[in-house]
Nanobody, 126 residues
């Protein structure tokens, strides 16, 4: 059974940083594509960043490019999202998700991801 457990969210001031983690289990990490998605109240879920775990190829939404970095530790089966220069508009529930790598698209399509974590809240406010 695939399990994804996010952590690391919280309240941060504008300009601050956070690191989200997603502990994965129940699948062969390197066979998958993983992504970070976010959803703010009243808005659609959007793909923020994605990584193909076998090649390391990454994708970033324009809104976070240069500020967010997606990375993984294959020895710990853990996905990360390093978020810098946070803005109030980054406030959302953040989810990690996984799908077999052939299903990956750019930009990431949440409808293609069949494994989701429970989410972690990120609030950027002074």
């Amino acid at each position: 059974e695939v399990q994804l457990v996010e952590s690391g969210g919280g309240l941060v001031q504008p300009g601050g940083s956070l690191r989200l983690s997603c502990a994965a289990s129940g699948f062969t990490f390197s066979d998958y594509c993983m992504g970070w998605f976010r959803q703010a109240p009243g808005k659609k879920r959007e793909g923020v960043a994605q990584i193909k775990l076998n090649t390391g190829r990454t994708y970033y939404a324009d809104s976070v490019k240069g500020r967010f970095t997606i990375s993984r530790d294959n020895t710990k089966n853990t996905l990360y999202l390093h978020m810098n220069s946070l803005k109030p508009e980054d406030t959302a529930m953040y989810y990690c998700a996984a799908v077999f790598f052939v299903m990956c698209t750019e930009p990431p399509d949440p409808a293609r991801f069949n494994n989701w974590g429970q989410g972690t809240q990120v609030t950027v406010s002074s």
